[in-house]
């Protein structure tokens, strides 16, 4: 059976993410090679040279271009006639022992047009030279085989001209960049003691990095075993010292001595380890090696990923045997947390106290979580705010839901003794607490509507005040009816609690639009508590005619300027003014019907209130007034009582209005928020 090269190179998938596996395959290659060698470890090498190309499509901070070619050479035993064979051989099992599958050669056919070798090595007594071309369209290309002159092992490998756009676009990395990552794929054979000495070279600046010093800032910190089911799995623990821009302590998947793909977070299945580790003044960050048959049986013939399924999933078949990333990494959760039991503690307590500072200051509707430990445990550590406020909604959603099922059961059973009663007294404690929360944020909504009414109020760095519109538009949007905006959307509790239950309220429509009545008088805020005598389509109540039971006007002056000045300095006018004419469109006209034909009937006896804010109440205008029968109260406002048209009107500047907002929420907030 023939298989054509260019067949095995088209089934190898690489991705951006193996923009540097190419040449991890060649330099593992001459790691085995040397690992075959007799010769001292201490003279071991492996040269790798760095020829850059064009510049990156998107240009990266470092100025670096992309990878065009890589040259490495080794002095290991070479290409021999056994090593020759196999690699003329896919899926050669020859260096299986090695962990060699066969097809790294395929796997940088599918980046680089070209592999070329030379290579210089002792055989059957003698010094042989070998050199010979690998590519996709003339596979093995033997050049020369002779008697070497030279009596010296070296072997060199040239990758040429890299065509694949992927890996090309995403090779340009500087040589410290392309040091760490060998670093990482070779950690292995540097913990077993069989890394030789690596150095990195590039043409383009002419810089070098000795790999081997990197190695020595890693210190090997502990080896663990553990077994997920009947698979023994081993960990190397190793920390390195916290530099540069590096934030993550990571977890790295090993099959036949080199690192599979990319590694991985550990915050992603366990968020303890979101920080470094403490240790003698120092902060460190850990990688983890985990190597095992089972992960050199399950590794992709590429070397950049498992067949191990990512979590465990419902089945009709039996799982019980299956292992998953999931079980894992539960298992090394564990060995992670009894290893570094201290670190944990302080994470745990980290972790708690940004919980309780998140829900103190974001989210009181969580503060009943505050008295009760076993929940804020319960909380994985280190979530971000949204994951954290997901979380904590789920914890909230679920116990109330429980608390109210319990509640519900014990009404319907109706099964009272003493033990039920004392369950169902626990139940409506914790209910009482969970609505508490409610409350609180509630009032925290609240608390924030009051300040920014202040803000509105006080003049910018320019000396302008925020508009009439704008402050109105906080209380009630303007132009909408309650039919057009929730309860949630407006803030009438500011003006008086008792308004914001009434049935229909309109803001800055002309009465013509939700009345019969001609006019083109609009009141700022007009509410009824009933709704039937406006012929809008937008009016809405429990009963479609009879008696308004009461009618309420607010009239808004804008604040900072001298709209309060209603004659243009002349104060010879009553508060009263600004409203009367509203209640006397109602009140005086006949025949008033709602949207239905219906009759409504306003009388002198409707309850009728007027609210009037001002910015200022002027000494001459208030002066006036009290000559009127205005009084004022303890308070700082002025009212008026008309008994014959059963009407009170009543007049306060912004100021006050917010200062009596703020004194009777001042309880609620004190209690609440401290």
């Known amino acids: 059976m023939i298989v054509p090269v260019e067949n095995i190179v088209e089934n190898v998938d690489l991705t951006a993410d193996d923009a540097l596996l190419p040449m991890m395959e060649c330099i593992v290659n001459s790691i085995i090679s040397l690992q075959q060698s007799t010769i001292n470890n201490d003279d071991k090498e492996i040269q ?40 003329e051989t896919p899926f050669s099992k020859i260096n299986k022992q090695f962990g060699c599958k066969g097809i790294g050669r395929f796997t940088v056919l599918a980046a680089f047009e070209s592999l070329k070798i030379k290579s210089t090595y002792y ?9 010979f071309e690998f590519n996709s369209e003339d596979e093995l290309k033997p050049i020369d085989l002779k008697i070497s002159e030279i009596k010296t092992n070296k072997t060199t490998v040239e990758l040429r001209n890299c065509f694949n756009e992927i890996i090309k676009e995403k090779s340009a990395l500087s040589l410290l960049q392309i040091s760490e990552k060998i670093m990482e794929h070779c950690l292995i054979y540097y913990l077993n003691d069989n890394l030789p000495s690596i150095a990195l070279y590039d043409t383009d600046n002419e810089q070098v990095e000795y790999i081997n010093e990197l190695f020595k800032k890693v210190s090997k910190e502990k ?23 590096r934030k993550n302590n990571y977890v790295y998947y090993c099959a036949n001595s080199r690192v599979v793909g990319n590694p991985k977070n550990i915050k992603s299945f366990n968020t303890l380890f979101n920080y470094p580790i403490s240790k003698n003044g120092n902060l460190y960050f850990l990688n983890v090696y985990v190597v ?38 539960n298992k090394l959760t564990e060995v992670l947390e009894d290893e570094y039991d201290q ?7 980290k972790s708690q106290q940004q919980i309780e500072t998140y829900i103190i200051n974001n989210a009181p509707r969580y503060r009943s979580f505050l008295k009760n430990p076993s929940i804020l445990n319960s909380v994985p550590p280190n979530l971000s705010e949204d994951k954290l ?7 909230s959603y679920s116990a109330r839901k429980k608390v109210e099922n319990h509640i519900e059961k014990f009404i319907n059973e109706k099964q009272i003794s003493e033990e039920s009663i004392e369950r169902i007294k626990d139940d409506i404690r914790e209910k009482t607490a969970y609505d508490i929360d409610s409350l609180a944020d509630y009032m925290t909504r609240r608390k924030a ?23 109105h538009n906080l209380i009630f949007p303007m ?76 009239e808004f002056k804008r604040p900072g300027e001298i709209a309060h000045q209603k004659n243009k300095g002349d104060y010879r006018w009553q508060f009263s003014d600004l409203v009367e004419p509203y209640f006397d469109e109602f009140l005086y006209k006949q025949d008033k019907k709602n949207y239905r034909g219906n009759h409504i009937v306003i009388t002198e006896n409707t309850p009728k209130f007027g609210f009037i804010v001002l910015d200022v109440i002027p000494p001459l205008l208030a002066k006036y007034n009290e000559g009127k029968g205005w009084k004022k109260t303890p308070f700082g406002t002025y009212y008026k009582i008309q008994s014959e048209l059963n009407m009170h009107i009543e007049v306060m500047t912004f100021r006050k209005l917010l200062d009596i907002a703020q004194n009777r929420h001042s309880t609620f907030f004190d209690k609440l928020f401290g």
């Not at 670190?343 to 307590?349: E, G, Q, Y």
């Open 48 to 87: 790798i040279k760095i020829i850059r190309g064009r510049s990156p499509h998107q240009p990266n901070f470092d100025n670096v271009n992309t990878i065009d070619s890589i040259i490495i050479t080794d002095n290991g035993i070479g290409f021999n006639e056994k090593n020759y064979k196999s690699f």
């Open 123 to 131: 055989e059957k007594e003698e010094w042989h030279y070998r050199e």
């Open 223 to 245: 080896e663990r075993t553990f077994f997920v089911k009947d698979k023994q799995f081993k960990i190397y623990i190793t920390k390195t010292l916290k530099e540069g821009n």
């Open 292 to 329: 095992s048959e089972f992960l050199n049986k399950k590794a992709f013939s590429t070397r950049n990923g498992f067949n191990i399924p990512k979590e465990n999933e419902n089945s009709l078949f039996d799982n019980s045997k299956l292992v998953t990333f999931q079980d894992i990494e």
């Open 343 to 349: 670190f944990v503690k302080d994470a745990k307590i």
């Open 389 to 395: 406020e997901e979380h904590l909604y789920k914890i």
């Open 449 to 471: 509507i009051i300040q920014l009414f202040e803000k509105f109020l006080d003049a910018d760095e320019e000396g302008k005040y925020k508009l009439e519109e704008d402050v």
């Open 479 to 554: 132009g909408l009816t309650n039919n057009e905006t929730s309860y949630e959307n407006h803030n009438l509790w500011l003006l008086d609690e008792r308004f914001i239950n009434y049935k229909f309220i309109a803001s800055d429509k002309p009465i013509t639009s939700y009345s019969q009545k001609r006019s083109s008088k609009e009141a700022d805020l007009l509410l009824v508590e009933n709704p039937e005598m406006f012929d809008n389509p937008i009016s809405f109540g429990n009963r479609s005619s009879g008696e308004v039971n009461s009618m309420v006007i607010f």
